[in-house]
């Protein structure tokens, strides 16, 4: 392709993406189609002569958007949200236009510094402990792998990556931890039955005493205690582990303590939200994701770590061809996980928080807040709706309940949920908590305003007056 050309397509595309977000509300948020559907219309061999963009670009807003869930619509309450922003855009495409590979600081200099100081600006506006060190990953779950391994390597004297591991060591989370965390110890070696559930309470929190008769039980079988994974607000339902108390207990045993805060990180911006890191500094390692509810594009997930060096030592490898001569006076984010080819993810974050405002961010995540718990109210004062779980933050989990019997209620609120969805005006999600089927509605679009919550509290209201009348 030719500069003329891509400069006018270039063009084109940002006109495409302004008059997107101009008509999002216009979308169904989720496509109705049948799987299989795409696929068919994309011919099985790549075509051996060149195609024209024109006919590209016709092909993607036919083939490819009615296939698309769109997760900047402001109906979106699905799962948490993946907002972007203009700016953070705008950067993706100076990233993506500069093509670089950033994974030692001399294969792009000014990657590597300004990962470290808007990392270093990321740790101030959440209010981390001022030693902790912070580097991009793609994901939370790559981010709890690497702390697993840290874990792992430090309770091991950092022999386990060379030896494996010798004695069986554990790792524990609560019941409602996310499955990135049992994913990361099926994955890092611990070995089947390893992962200690830790029971949770009326709102969803590990009880800390509970972890600590888990810990002392395994001690007494000879087994190691290696890693603590405590959530600041769950996947189901934003609960928060109380993180004082299981921080004393990791450090009276020398358990590594790993924080997941992948979504309610970005609330820790707020002073009002900030009592859920006291005990921060009994953490060793802290993530969250910017890709979540921080207006930055996917992917950039930010962790934090307490001892850099048990992170270096874990991952860190010094191949003829990667070795430089500033090697001691710089850092080398491919020693700080495990890809070694990295996206320069930094300039996206940058944008954004120099374009918002640390403040303009804090007041769409008070927004959210406040949308959030005026939906908790109208579901408190209806006669048929019920609060299943505590709202601290942008997720209310609720669910009908006309005082049918116990066991039909899951039906009713999975057909309530598709009847919903079906409109494709929103989108909301389910899950279930001590067993009960729930829904979850969290705000988190960076479209959604008070209009929108209401249409979805108004279209959830006129679909359980069906469900009842059915029945
Ligand atoms: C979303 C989420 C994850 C997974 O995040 P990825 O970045 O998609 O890996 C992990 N933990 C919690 C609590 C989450 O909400």
């Not at 036919?62 to 948490?80: A, C, D, N, S, V």
């Not at 495409?93 to 500069?98: D, E, H, K, Q, S």
């Not at 004062?381 to 006309?402: G, I, Q, T, Y």
Request: glycine share 8%.
């Amino acid at each position: 392709m030719d500069n003329k050309t891509f400069r006018k397509f270039g063009h084109e595309f940002i006109d495409w993406a302004a008059e997107y977000f101009e008509h999002l509300r216009d979308y169904p948020v989720c496509p109705s189609i049948q799987p299989g559907r795409i696929l068919q219309q994309l011919p099985e061999n790549p075509p051996e002569e060149h195609e024209d963009m024109g006919k590209i670009f016709h092909d993607f807003k036919e083939i490819i958007l009615p296939g698309m869930t769109h997760w900047q619509h402001p109906g979106w309450f699905g799962y948490f949200p993946a907002n972007n922003s203009p700016p953070s855009i705008l950067a993706e495409i100076l990233t993506a236009g500069m093509g670089a590979q950033c994974m030692v600081w001399q294969t792009s200099p000014a990657a590597a510094e300004l990962e470290e100081r808007v990392l270093g600006w990321l740790r101030q506006m959440i209010g981390l402990p001022e030693g902790m060190a912070g580097v991009i990953q793609d994901s939370a779950s790559t981010a709890t792998l690497c702390a697993l391994l840290s874990a792992r390597e430090k309770a091991t004297g950092y022999s386990s990556n060379l030896e494996g591991i010798k004695t069986p060591l554990t790792v524990y989370a609560s019941e409602e931890t996310h499955s990135g965390i049992e994913k990361g110890v099926k994955i890092a070696g611990f070995g089947k039955n390893f992962l200690r559930k830790i029971e949770t309470d009326d709102s969803f929190a590990m009880v800390p005493e509970k972890l600590e008769e888990a810990v002392v039980r395994d001690k007494e079988k000879g087994l190691k205690a290696v890693c603590v994974v405590a959530t600041l607000g769950t996947t189901s339902s934003t609960a928060v582990d109380p993180l004082r108390p299981i921080g004393e207990i990791c450090s009276r045993y020398g358990i590594w303590l790993h924080v997941d805060a992948a979504f309610a990180g970005t609330a820790a911006l707020l002073p009002e939200k900030r009592d859920m890191l006291d005990g921060i500094e009994y953490v060793d390692s802290f993530v969250f994701n910017p890709h979540k509810w921080m207006l930055t594009n996917f992917d950039c997930s930010a962790y934090f770590v307490k001892d850099e060096g048990a992170l270096i030592r874990t991952f860190e490898i010094h191949p003829e061809y990667l070795k430089t001569s500033v090697d001691k006076q710089v850092k080398n984010y491919r020693d700080w996980g495990i890809q070694l080819g990295r996206r320069f993810r930094a300039l996206k974050l940058w944008f954004v928080i120099r374009s918002y405002g640390v403040e303009g961010i804090r007041s769409m995540v008070r927004e959210h807040i406040r949308l959030a718990k005026l939906f908790e109210k109208w579901v408190i004062d209806h006669e048929v709706f019920e609060l299943m779980a505590p709202v601290p933050l942008s997720l209310v989990c609720f669910r009908f309940n006309d005082g049918r019997k116990e066991e039909d209620l899951d039906q009713a609120n999975k057909r309530l949920l598709i009847s919903v969805n079906k409109t494709g005006e929103v989108f909301l999600t389910h899950t279930t908590l001590k067993g009960k089927y729930v829904l979850r509605l969290a705000v988190g679009s960076r479209t959604t305003r008070e209009e929108h919550v209401r249409k979805a509290w108004e279209l959830i209201v006129s679909r359980a007056k069906g469900i009842q009348s059915d029945s």
